[in-house]
T-cell receptor, first 114, second 109 residues
Framework: DAGVIQSPRHEVTEMGQEVTLRCKPISGHDYLFWYRQTMMRGLELLIY????????DSGMPEDRFSAKMPNASFSTLKIQPSEPRDSAVYFCASSSVRFNQPQHFGDGTRLSIL | LAKTTQPISMDSYEGQEVNITCSHNNIATNDYITWYQQFPSQGPRFIIQ???TKVTNEVASLFIPADRKSSTLSLPRVSLSDTAVYYC??????????FGKGTRLHILP
C-alpha cells in the first residue's frame, strides 16, 4: 500500500521563481493537508481539502501561496514569486476523516530559495 | 488562542521509561489528542491518540487527565531507535488544528 507521495524531495531555486510542490494522497482518503515546517515555527497547517474542495486556507501566509486539488489523487502547492523566507520543509498529509483518525504524512519537500 | 506547549528537548538512557507532557489549553471538548514521531528527513508518523484517561498500544501509552489541559506520552523501555522528535496535536475551540513545536528526545546508550 503506497503512502503519501510528494515530489520533488528537494528543490533549490532563486528568489522570484515559481515553485510547484506536488502530492499524491493515499487512495480513498477524503482529506488532504499541506503543512510547512521550520525550526522557528515548527509544523504549521497551511490549508486542507475535503473531497478536493479547499475548506480552510487561513494558514496560507500570503497571496503568493496557492493550492489546488484538481482530483482525488493529486494536489499542488504553488509559490509565486518565491522568497528566501519561504525556505522550509513542506509536508503533505492525508486522512480518512478531518481529525480523529491518524494523518499519514509524505516525506516532505525540502525547499531552498536563494 | 489555544496553543500546545512541550519541552524542547529531553535526554534519557536505554531501558528507561520516558514521559513527555504536552500542555494544551482551550482545546475542543470532543476531539482526540494525537501524538506523532518524526525522524530526520521523514514526515511525522502516528504513534497514539486518545480522548481521556489512558490509552495503550504496542508502542506507547497516553495519559489524559479529566480536564484535558495536558497529555503525557509514555514510552516504556526506550531504545536508541526511539531518538526522534515527538509532537502532540490537538484541535482548538476555534476548530483549528494545532501542532506543538515538538520535543527532541535523545536516547543515550
Amino acid at each position: 500500500d503506497a503512502g503519501v507521495i510528494q515530489s520533488p524531495r528537494h528543490e533549490v531555486t532563486e528568489m522570484g521563481q515559481e515553485v510547484t510542490l506536488r502530492c499524491k494522497p493515499i487512495s480513498g482518503h477524503d482529506y488532504l493537508f499541506w503543512y510547512r515546517q521550520t525550526m522557528m515555527r515548527g509544523l504549521e497547517l497551511l490549508i486542507y481539502f475535503n473531497n478536493n474542495v479547499p475548506i480552510d486556507d487561513s494558514g496560507m501566509p500570503e497571496d503568493r501561496f496557492s493550492a489546488k486539488m484538481p482530483n482525488a489523487s493529486f494536489s499542488t502547492l504553488k509559490i509565486q514569486p518565491s522568497e528566501p523566507r519561504d525556505s522550509a520543509v513542506y509536508f503533505c498529509a492525508s486522512s480518512s476523516v478531518r481529525f480523529n483518525q491518524p494523518q499519514h504524512f509524505g516525506d516532505g519537500t525540502r525547499l531552498s530559495i536563494l | 488562542l489555544a496553543k500546545t506547549t512541550q519541552p524542547i528537548s529531553m535526554d534519557s538512557y536505554e531501558g528507561q521509561e520516558v514521559n513527555i507532557t504536552c500542555s494544551h489549553n482551550n482545546i475542543a471538548t470532543n476531539d482526540y489528542i494525537t501524538w506523532y514521531q518524526q525522524f530526520p528527513s521523514q514526515g511525522p508518523r502516528f504513534i497514539i491518540q486518545g480522548y481521556k484517561t489512558k490509552v495503550t498500544n504496542e508502542v506507547a501509552s497516553l495519559f489524559i487527565p479529566a480536564d484535558r489541559k495536558s497529555s503525557t506520552l509514555s514510552l516504556p523501555r526506550v531504545s536508541l531507535s526511539d531518538t526522534a522528535v515527538y509532537y502532540c496535536l490537538a484541535l482548538n475551540r476555534d476548530d483549528k488544528i494545532i501542532f506543538g513545536k515538538g520535543t527532541r528526545l535523545h536516547i543515550l546508550p
